[in-house]
């Protein structure tokens, strides 16, 4: 059903003109004009088609109407604002949702996750993880971390962090019988395989060797999987650099060979740009970039 309501800007400055009983403490209130108050008074006083005030020299005193009319109207005004405070604050703490890929939240996001919860106790970080891109006009997402090139159409766009791929295993390899001394070594070694634009025939390429079956092996569908079995010791992965840092420092994994390729692909903080200005939105992005150290 179609309200029928006078102008806010009218409403607010005649609520404020009747506390004060003065249209210049009410332009001072407001910060704007004494003229621009007493031309919004004529106009509500014209939509309503009653007299609201009663002016006088030196003074003003509300009409009868005026007094009538004053009580619901500060009520309304103080609802709305009200309810735009508890908005604003919701916004500002709550839950913060954000969509990510499985392997990134568990090598990366999860680990430093604690971090920002003691930053920001306030909020309540709802992991979602996903393969796929986030349509964020049908879920109620925050924000994205994407794998990518960066290329998502009508959404903002930043990249978090850079990758390159080389080969990982279990530090027990090194040894024993066939140790992994050189690439040539892998010919004797199990090869897992991520099925996500890691490709054991493009590094060996890479690494100017042959004689190793690059199709053999296990494969994953997911690069967490890949990782744990290489920290199991089942084999031996090509991993993101982003991903296996941690296992690398905390000795669960080892770097194989000088060889590396450079990723074509990165991470990047997605969400559409208005999403940017929103308090738990920035807080989350900024700790985000000051993680990776790239911002």
């Known amino acids: 059903m179609s309200r029928r309501l006078p102008p806010l800007n009218a409403l607010r400055a005649f609520e404020a003109a009747a506390r004060h009983l003065s249209f210049t403490k009410a332009a001072d209130e407001l910060h704007v004009t004494q003229a621009a108050v ?61 969509s990510t890929m499985p ?43 994407r794998f990518g090139n960066g290329l998502w159409p009508d959404l903002r766009v930043e ?19 066939r140790p992994l001394v050189n690439p040539e070594d892998l010919r004797h070694h199990t090869l897992l395989h991520d099925d996500y634009n890691i490709s054991w025939a493009v590094w060996c390429r890479a690494a100017g060797i042959d004689g190793v079956d690059t199709e053999r092996g296990l494969r994953f569908d997911d690069s967490s999987f ?17 991903l296996v840092a941690d296992d690398i420092a905390a000795g669960r994994l ?5 060889v590396r390729l ?14 940017f200005s929103r308090p738990k939105v920035k807080a989350f992005r900024d700790w985000l970039f000051e993680e990776a150290g790239t911002g």
């Not at 009409?63 to 004053?70: D, K, N, P, R, V």
């Not at 890949?226 to 982003?242: E, K, S």
């Open 262 to 275: 450079p990723g074509s692909l990165a991470y990047y903080v997605v969400a559409p740009p208005h999403y």
């Open 159 to 177: 990249r978090l962090l850079t990758e390159d791929i080389f080969p990982v295993g279990h530090p027990s390899l090194l040894a024993g019988d």
């Open 38 to 98: 007493s031309h919004q008074i004529k106009a509500l006083e014209q939509w309503l088609g009653l007299p609201l005030f009663r002016r006088m020299n030196r003074a003003l005193a509300l009409t009868e109407a005026g007094q009538s009319y004053l009580p619901p109207v500060r009520e309304a005004m103080d609802t709305l604002s009200q309810a735009t405070d508890r908005l604003i604050r919701a916004d500002s703490s709550g839950t913060l949702t954000i």
């Open 226 to 242: 890949t990782l744990q079995a290489a920290i199991n010791g089942h084999g031996i992965a090509l991993a993101r650099g982003v």
């Open 103 to 145: 392997s990134f939240a568990s090598k990366w996001l999860v680990p430093r996750l604690m971090r920002f919860q003691k930053r920001h106790p306030e909020m309540d970080v709802r992991v979602h993880s996903t393969s796929q891109m986030v349509d964020f006009a049908r879920h109620d997402v925050d924000l994205a971390i």
């Open 254 to 258: 080892v770097r194989l060979f000088e």
